[in-house]
Nanobody
């Protein structure tokens, strides 16, 4: 059974940091492109960052220089280190795994940036 379980969300003040984790099981994690998406209230889901099987990364312009995506294939886990958080980063953050036509999503974790 395929599972993607996100954790690490919460409430943080502007300028603070959080580290999200997404633990995968039920598929060959190392052969999938892993991504983080987010969806704010009333907005469409958007791509935040992705990391390929070889470690190549992509970041949305809005998070470049503040967020870092990484993966540990030995632990079947992808991470999102989020620094210098802003109120506009408030959203539900989702983990996504893709290999060809195979697509899996996690259930999401809430991140709220507020003073």
């Amino acid at each position: 059974q395929v599972q993607l379980v996100e954790s690490g969300g919460g409430l943080v003040q502007p300028g603070g940091s959080l580290r999200l984790s997404c633990a995968a099981s039920g598929f060959t994690f190392s052969s999938y492109v892993m991504s983080w998406y987010r969806q704010a209230p009333g907005k469409e889901r958007e791509l935040v960052a992705s990391i390929g099987t070889g470690g190549t990364t992509y970041y949305a312009d809005s998070v470049k220089g503040r967020f870092t995506i990484s993966r540990d294939d030995a632990k079947n886990t992808v991470y999102l280190q989020m620094n210098s958080l802003k109120p506009e980063d408030t959203a539900i953050y989702y983990c996504k795994a893709v290999r060809g036509k195979e697509i899996y999503w996690g259930q999401g974790t809430q991140v709220t940036v507020s003073s």
